[in-house]
Every structure is written in C-alpha cells, then in structure tokens.
C-alpha cells in the first residue's frame, strides 16, 4: 500500500472522459470495438482489484499515457493516426509509424506496474535475470497480440485489402518488428531504471 494518496482516481476519471470524446465517431466503429476489448478488461482488472493492491504513482501515470496513446490508435486506426502523418511528411518517411510508437511505449510503459506486480511474488537474485525474465515475457505478450490481430484480419477482413485492423501498410516484417519494438521498450525502461536506483 502507497503511503501517499494515490493519484489513480483523478487519472480515471481524466482517462474516461477523453475515451467517452474519442467514441463518440471513430473511423470505423468496428476496429474501434476491436481494438478497446482488451484495454476495457485491463482497466476493469485494474479497478476491480484497486482496493486490494495498488501501483505506484509513477505507474499508474505510465498506464495513462500507454492508454491515451492507445485510445488515439483506436479512434483513427494505427494507420491513420494524423501525428503519424506529420512525423512521416517531416522526416520523410514511407509510411505511418504511430502503431510502432505504441508498441514501443507499451513496453517502455507498462514494464513498470508489470514488474511492481510481478515483484510481489517472484524473487530474482539479480537485476540481469529479471530484466532478461521481463523482457522475455513482454516480448511473449506482443507476439500472442500479433496472433490476435492475425485470427481477427483473417476473419472479419478477408474481403479488405488494406487490413485497417491488421495495419501493416504494405510491411511484411510488420509483426516482428512491432514485437521487437515490445521488448526494446521494456529493455530500456529497466535499464534506465536499474541505473536510477544505483544513483
């Protein structure tokens, strides 16, 4: 239990209503239903067990920014998002890269409420072992959403040849690279903060 009053009200509520905004008229309502399933059972997960275990601060902050940049995705698609545009018009780039953002940050963001939970019931003998355990399994985790959104594209757009869902946009390493971009994210994050806590 945090000895300071924990900030995680304020941010859900902040966080409902600009998710409640950005559902009014997404671009297309079925991606957007598919695409919020998981975060409304994480946030529910969250809530349901927040009287009985709660994050820091600092994670709980990274979990709203992970679900802000989420929601955005959501509401345009990965692929349209309109940043995503402007970064690839202004560093000339060949496609739009807002959904390697985001599996980037969510290594890089959630690593942290993830290991302040995983702490409580594992032991590691070294910073090196649980760094590698973590990133192992951040990297498991993007690629079984990988696969997700693999069985979801073969299903229901099979008759579309952009795979809006998928959001490849034409790269066939697509998938890897975005479990990579998983793992690299949490790798630094733990890093960065292993090196914190020897200051």
Request: hydrophobic share 50%; proline share 3%.
């Amino acid at each position: 239990m945090n000895k300071t009053k924990s900030i995680a009200p304020t941010l859900l509520i902040i966080f409902l209503v600009f998710w409640g905004i950005l559902a009014i008229n997404p671009m297309y309502r079925n991606i957007w239903f598919a695409e919020n399933i998981i975060l409304i059972i994480c946030i529910s997960y969250l809530i349901f067990h927040y009287p009985s275990y709660q994050f820091s601060n600092t994670a709980y902050w990274l979990i709203f920014i992970f679900c802000i940049l989420q929601t955005i995705g959501a509401h345009y698609t990965y692929a349209q998002v309109p940043f995503g545009f402007w970064v690839a018009e202004l560093l000339d780039l060949q496609r739009n890269h807002f959904d390697r953002l985001v599996h980037f940050a969510f290594g890089f963001l959630i690593i942290l409420p993830f290991k302040e939970k995983f702490d409580r019931v594992v032991s590691f003998s070294n910073h090196r072992i649980e760094t590698f355990t973590l990133v192992m399994i951040f990297i498991g985790i993007g690629a079984s959403y990988e696969i997700l959104e693999w069985w979801y594209a073969e299903i229901y757009e099979q008759d579309s040849a952009s795979n809006m869902f998928l959001g490849s946009q034409g790269d066939i390493w697509d998938a890897e690279k975005d479990v990579f971009l998983s793992g690299l994210g949490a790798w630094l994050f733990l890093t960065i903060f292993n090196k914190v806590k020897k200051l």
